[in-house]
């Protein structure tokens, strides 16, 4: 029997709620994050054998919540507790304002093979709508340096009909 081994990771803080959101996230502080990436370590720990995570994983997603906003280190740390290779599919949720290229390169360096950007939409008077932190032109910058930078797996995340 084909076994697949896919792991999700919630990491529920972002900069600002945006007006939309209906996910689990919570404005970050050095605190709470530090505290939810202490207990997510114990946890993956505890439940190592009862989802398999000891097993070479096919797939890695850190979602969010805004992901990017985790420093690499403490991104690492949590990789760490996986097990993976060349194959596995690893990504990241990115919010254009949270990362720069040297950020980007770092988590090429780690890893992380697919990045997942919330663009949202390309328009100003939608972006202010919608209460996101970033504005068209720094999403298109992210896009760009990623791909600069070797990202050959990249989503956008885009918003249709908005009323
Ligand atoms: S970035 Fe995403 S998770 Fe965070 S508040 Fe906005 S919609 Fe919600």
Do not use: W
Not at 31 to 59: A, F, P
Not at 131 to 156: D, M
Request: overall charge positive.
């Amino acid at each position: 029997m084909l076994r697949v081994y896919n792991t999700y990771i919630h990491i529920p803080f972002c900069e600002k709620k945006c007006n939309y959101c209906d996910f689990t996230s919570f404005k970050i502080s050095e605190d709470s994050s530090k505290k939810y990436i202490n207990y997510l370590l114990k946890e993956i720990e505890l439940y190592k054998k009862k989802y398999d995570l000891g097993q070479i994983q096919d797939s890695i997603y850190f979602g969010g919540g805004t992901p990017s906003l985790l420093s690499v280190e403490d991104l690492k740390k949590i990789l760490d507790k996986f097990y993976y290779d060349e194959k596995t599919e690893i990504t990241i949720e990115v919010n254009p304002k949270t990362v720069d290229k040297n950020k980007l390169k770092a988590y090429k360096e780690l890893g992380i093979n697919r990045l997942s950007i919330g663009v949202q939409s390309f328009n100003e008077k939608f972006l202010q709508l919608l209460g996101r932190i970033h504005n068209s032109k720094e999403a298109i910058k992210v896009y760009e340096e990623a791909r600069e930078v070797g990202f050959k797996n990249i989503s956008l995340d885009l918003m249709f009909s908005l009323p």
